[in-house]
């Protein structure tokens, strides 16, 4: 801090400053030539000499002496003004002062300047330069000047146009409908043929680059779009080819998954004899510039190659396992993490054992793990896409949808899905009600999901859970209560509905509205069965609307959580609800 | 890369402001030129002797060098105000015209170690197009104000003709046997004239011979075939059709469906054509089956000029 107050040192840093960070240059062609404080000293050199000895005290002021002694004189504004001297400046002798009220970055020598950035100035003169260099390539012709009439008599040949043209004409009425390029060398009265021709027929279609598609994804010399220059290696090739990148310039506007197109264009012109698969067998890994591919998930396809930033990437064959979030089965809890291979092959097989569990996703999984022997390319992208769902279900998601709290309550929220926890907040716009605290629940709690009903375009989705009350402090009072409202509805309700599961049938449950207001508790009937370990547990459930796809995004998201982790209070739900099937089951047959 | 030898190169330019070379038979792009940032591509031609490239844009004509690699033009006109719309070469590569919206058609010395012009036609309205009779000394010109003339650059002698009022003649061919010449307007329609000379006549005589509707809108380009026996009409219309000159009836259509076709130019067996159109997209047409046997993709606009070169091989 001390420093700030040194009137010499702050003129110095200001100075440097100005001369390190102006990249136009001109701070530093004004300053650096001009070291005003020396100025100043040797211009006032003769009257400081009186004050030397009081310099040490105090910051002494220097008075202007005779003008006319000077005979540089630079501003003649400040020649009224006193100057300053930083105490001791004028005792230093000349390399000493050099470097004290200069940077030692700061220095003229070419080979020094390499390390400070560039100067607009020096940028715009090498380019003036190659320019020039450009220009003196090209020839120039004034365009509006002088006409001169040829010198030379027979600058202006008029040829005699020949009929002969008009003969072959005739002959080739004969052949006009016989295509000559499909039996080249058969015909002898064919007499025209094309260079053209002759090339087409000696290179079949399939010669034709396949990518040709993607070519207008060429960036170069395109001016006014923008584009972006990316070094691609080629993992296909061989040894020698690989560490060489192929170049490619792009429009900044088109996919990831365009640029793979343009990059196996460029690529089928530069080595033909490498043969390429369609683009959707490969990827596009981040890659350091020596060629080291990392150990990252490809960029995404459908991103716009703009969003990324990297100078170098690798054409690779799409890893079997693209994305691999870590679930720690041990721990129950999920980390988002890269993994080694070995990770990899026992999360993808753990993913796979969980996926024949469920019943919706029966279709296409083979026993094999190995994705080398996958010849079915259709059946291998299912299966890719079902491990992608399992291995992407504990990642934190938000939706937006509607609550169905009590009839006819209608409100916005956004539900929150994560392996650990899931969220609802009601919706900020929502201000016909009093705004609700935001609840959160540990993904233990969560029973089951469901969609309880589905038309054309929406479905109601419903969350099963651990009702907080559920627990042994409860009264007994309430408990019994409810269980005889519960028996009554439920006797109710027997000869009406014939599934007991089915969704439609909320007289099961008892609805009690809680503190939160948002939901309805229900006591799962029968607990008495398993009352040893949960007396009283007890499930409520939140119903949401949403599009159908959005709701079966969700019930497939938590389904695969919840299979994963497999919860008591899971267990305990769909035992509860086998044990009242069972029980309707045998109600009717009291009945019938 | 190399770009000639013996390849054959389409030569295409664009709204892009790109012109790009491409490999005839493969469809690949060899070479992307950078043409002047602020125009389009009007025209493209090439020397007889193929090594260079014409290209005229708005207040620009450049010749490049196709053999080297470098990007920069060898010759650069400037000063050029508005639009020049056409530049084609003298066949033994002597001289080079240039049409533009400046009213003027000049002629260009290019054997001279600095090119200059050695002779100018004023048109009196801008000029559209210009074409170069096969007798290598009279050039057909077509302008904005419906105006065709024929002009005898060796003698200075000219011809004016009017064939429809308010209608802008967008381009004019004549066909290599000398017979034809060809003017296609903005209406759409196309009209067709029988030229003749004898010995000691300066200017071919011209004598009006048809009038085809050949589309329904504006007509961008005509052209005829090498052998002289077909004519192709380029427009708007989404269509590029081609007819035979015996009695001038349609003999194919090419569709580029909703896009413009701005230019065409034939193989030199006159079996093949390539369009150019506003897809971004030049198209290799073989006549005979009206497929399109090549497609050259990679301009980001639409295609407005192309040149092709290509040689008679004799067995």
């Known amino acids: 801090m001390a420093s700030y107050s040194n009137q010499h040192w702050l003129l110095s840093h200001i100075r440097n400053s100005f001369i390190s960070t102006d990249d136009t240059g001109m701070c530093e062609t004004v300053m650096l030539s001009d070291d005003m404080p020396k100025h100043y000293l040797r211009k006032y050199q003769g009257a400081s000499v009186s004050n030397i000895a009081t310099q040490n005290k105090q910051q002494q002021r220097k008075s202007l002496g005779n003008k006319q002694q000077f005979q540089r004189i630079l501003d003649p504004v400040l020649q009224e003004v006193d100057f300053v001297c930083y105490p001791g400046l004028d005792q230093s002798d000349d390399e000493d002062m050099d470097s004290t009220t200069q940077s030692f970055e700061i220095q003229m020598y070419p080979e020094v300047w390499a390390h400070r950035f560039r100067s607009n100035t020096a940028q715009k003169l090498e380019k003036m330069d190659m320019a020039r260099r450009k220009a003196a390539k090209t020839k120039s012709i004034n365009y509006d000047e002088e006409i001169i009439p040829p010198e030379r008599n027979d600058f202006f040949v008029k040829k005699k146009v020949t009929k002969s043209l008009q003969i072959t004409k005739n002959n080739e009425n004969v052949v006009r409908d016989i295509d000559v390029t499909d039996n080249i060398g058969t015909s002898s009265n064919t007499a025209v043929k094309s260079k053209l021709a002759l090339q087409l027929a000696n290179s079949p279609k399939q010669v034709q680059n396949k990518f040709m598609e993607y070519a207008r994804f060429d960036g170069t010399s395109q001016a006014g779009i923008q584009t972006k220059r990316i070094h691609v290696f080629l993992s296909m090739l061989p040894e020698r080819d690989r560490k060489t990148p192929i170049k490619i310039c792009v429009l900044a506007s088109a996919k990831i998954i365009e640029v793979i197109g343009l990059v196996c264009y460029k690529a089928t012109i530069q080595y033909p004899e490498i043969p390429l698969k369609s683009i959707r067998h490969y990827a596009l890994y981040m890659t350091e510039d020596n060629d080291a591919m990392e150990e990252f998930p490809p960029l995404d396809d459908r991103e716009p190659c703009s969003k990324f930033g990297f100078s170098h990437l690798t054409l690779a064959e799409r890893r079997p396992l693209a994305q691999v979030t870590r679930i720690d089965y041990a721990n129950n809890v999920a980390t988002k993490s890269m993994t080694s291979e070995e990770d990899k092959s026992r999360v993808a097989a753990a993913a796979v054992r969980s996926i024949q569990d469920m019943e919706t996703n029966t279709g296409g999984i083979s026993d094999e793990a190995d994705s080398n022997c996958i010849t079915n390319n259709e059946e291998y992208d299912e299966r890719m896409m079902s491990h992608n769902d399992m291995l992407e279900a504990p990642m934190y998601r938000t939706y937006r949808l509607i609550i169905n709290e009590k009839p006819f309550f209608k409100t916005e929220v956004t539900l929150g899905i994560s392996g650990e926890r899931i969220e609802i907040d009601q919706h900020k716009n929502a201000k016909f009600w009093t705004k609700q605290k935001a609840v959160t629940y540990p993904i233990d709690v969560i029973a089951s999901c469901e969609i309880i009903e589905k038309r054309h375009l929406k479905a109601t989705l419903r969350i099963w859970l651990k009702s907080s009350s559920s627990s042994s402090s409860n009264s007994n009072k309430t408990s019994t209560d409810m269980k005889s409202m519960t028996h009554a509805s439920e006797s109710s309700m027997v000869g009406g509905v014939a599934g007991a599961q089915s969704p439609k049938s909320p007289g099961h449950y008892l609805h009690v509205p809680s503190s939160f207001g948002l939901f309805s508790t229900s006591s799962g009937s029968g607990n008495s069965a398993t009352g040893q370990h949960f007396p009283q547990m007890r499930f409520k459930h939140y119903d949401f609307e949403a599009d159908t796809h959005t709701a079966e995004h969700i019930l497939n998201k938590l389904s695969c959580i919840l299979n994963v982790r497999s919860s008591e209070v899971r267990r305990e739900f769909l035992q509860s609800r086998e044990r009242k099937q069972d029980k309707n089951q045998a109600k009717k047959h009291l009945k019938m | ?315």
């Not at chain 2, 015209?97 to 400046?102: I, N, P, Q, R």
């Not at chain 2, 009017?162 to 060809?182: C, F, L, R, T």
């Not at chain 2, 390539?274 to 050259?296: C, H, M, P, V």
């Open chain 2, 1 to 315: 890369m190399e770009a000639t030898g013996d390849q054959l190169i389409l030569a295409t330019g664009g709204y892009d402001h790109i012109i790009k070379l491409w490999q005839a038979h493969t469809g690949n792009c060899v070479r992307t030129i950078r043409f002047v940032e602020t125009s389009q591509v009007n025209a493209l031609d090439r020397t007889p002797d193929k090594t260079r490239l014409a290209a005229c844009g708005y207040q620009c004509i450049r010749l490049y060098d196709i053999e080297s690699s470098c990007a920069a033009p060898i010759i650069n006109f400037e000063g050029v105000q508005k639009n020049v719309t056409r530049l084609g070469f003298q066949e033994d590569g002597n001289w080079m015209y240039t049409a533009g919206e400046d009213h003027r058609v000049r002629i260009w010395d290019m054997l001279s170690p600095q090119p200059h012009c050695s002779r100018v036609f004023d048109c009196q309205a801008p000029v559209n197009a210009a074409c170069l009779h096969p007798n290598q000394v009279e050039i057909a010109m077509g302008s904005q104000n419906g105006g065709v003339y024929l002009w005898d650059v060796k003698s200075e002698v000219h011809d004016q003709l009017i064939p429809e009022v308010d209608a802008s003649i967008q381009d004019v061919a004549i066909s290599p046997d000398g017979q034809y010449m060809a003017a296609v307007n903005n209406k759409g329609n196309c009209y067709i004239w029988s030229l003749s000379s004898s010995p000691n006549q300066q200017l071919s005589t011209l004598s009006p011979k048809l009038k085809i509707a050949a589309h329904k809108r504006y007509v961008l380009r005509c052209k005829f075939s090498p052998d002289s026996r077909l004519l192709i009409t380029t427009s708007g219309d989404g269509t590029a059709r081609i007819w035979e000159t015996e009695h001038f009836t349609m003999w194919r259509e090419l569709c580029v469906e909703n896009y413009w076709v701005w230019d065409a130019a034939f193989s030199a067996d006159s079996k093949y054509v390539f369009t150019a159109s506003s897809d971004g997209i030049a198209r290799l047409w073989k006549l005979q089956t009206k497929n399109a046997e090549r497609k050259y993709t990679g301009h980001t606009k639409a295609i407005t000029a192309l040149s092709f070169k290509d040689e008679i091989v004799t067995e």
